[in-house]
């Protein structure tokens, strides 16, 4: 059973930079059958995606977040992280790791999600 | 960017009873490979979102029969037949056609009268 777990700072201070990281175990990140996703949640603006990143550390980003962002894959530690620049209050919020298929019938689909982790931005 | 709108925002149903949502895009969600990509998730109370639905209509591993997708190009419906306790939460649909971004609906909370 594949699982996905995020860690990182609680609590950061403005105009500084979130580093994540999601931990996953019992599966290969270094396949080319996933991709692997962060994703934000926060009561104003709901679900929003903010990247994914592949095997040999090819990215896509939100546009909305991409001159921030930033992500990479560790396939000697099974790791993929996510940095995000230059925060401000409105980047509180709940942080989601997640695993889509890059392939098949659930591409695209995120069908195994981390535990969410809260990060608050505040001085 | 695609934009989804959810329709009701919230649902308050009788167990036993049936559920629909609607899920209406932008832009259609038919990808020239022959697919759409249109998905459903719930988010229980204090958890992750979880996939129910992938591809519009099919369920994913685990996913209890009595939810089903449907629709097609812009328009979508979740629907839970027999609604029960375990299903409260909020739903959220989305869609992976057109990246980036990937983008989801508001969310339906639904509970339990």
């Known amino acids: 059973q594949v699982q996905l777990q995020a860690s990182g700072p609680r609590l950061v201070r403005p105009s500084q930079t979130l580093s994540l990281r999601c931990t996953v175990s019992?599966?290969?990140?270094?396949?080319?059958?996933?991709?692997w996703h962060w994703i934000r949640q926060t009561a104003e603006e709901g679900l929003e995606w903010i990247g994914r990143?592949?095997?040999?550390?090819?990215?896509d980003y939100n546009p909305a977040l991409q001159s921030r962002v930033t992500m990479s894959i560790d396939a000697s530690e099974n790791t993929f992280s996510l940095r995000l620049a230059s925060l401000t209050a409105a980047d509180t919020a709940v942080y989601y790791c997640?695993?889509?298929?890059?392939?098949?019938?659930?591409?695209?689909?995120?069908?195994?999600w981390g535990q969410g982790i809260q990060v608050t931005v505040s001085s | 960017e695609i934009v989804l709108t959810q329709t009701p925002l919230s649902l308050s149903v009788t167990p036993g009873q049936p559920a629909s949502i609607s899920c209406k895009s932008s832009?259609?969600?038919?990808?020239?490979?022959?697919?759409?990509?249109l998905y459903w998730y719930l988010q229980k109370p204090g958890q992750s979102p979880q996939l129910l639905i992938y591809?519009?209509?099919s369920r994913f591993s685990g996913v209890p029969d009595r939810f089903s997708g449907s629709g097609s190009g812009t328009d979508f419906t979740l629907t839970i037949s027999r609604v029960e306790a375990e299903d409260v939460g909020v739903y959220y649909c989305?869609?992976?056609?057109?990246?980036?971004?990937?983008?989801f609906g508001p969310g339906t909370k639904v509970d339990i009268k």
């Open positions: 591809g519009v209509s």
């Open positions: 990143v592949y095997r040999r550390g090819s990215t």
């Open positions: 832009q259609s969600l038919l990808h020239t490979d022959g697919n759409t990509y």
């Open positions: 989305m869609q992976g056609i057109h990246l980036p971004p990937f983008t």
């Open positions: 997640a695993r889509a298929a890059a392939a098949g019938p659930r591409r695209r689909a995120f069908d195994y």
């Open positions: 019992g599966g290969s990140i270094n396949t080319g059958s996933y991709y």
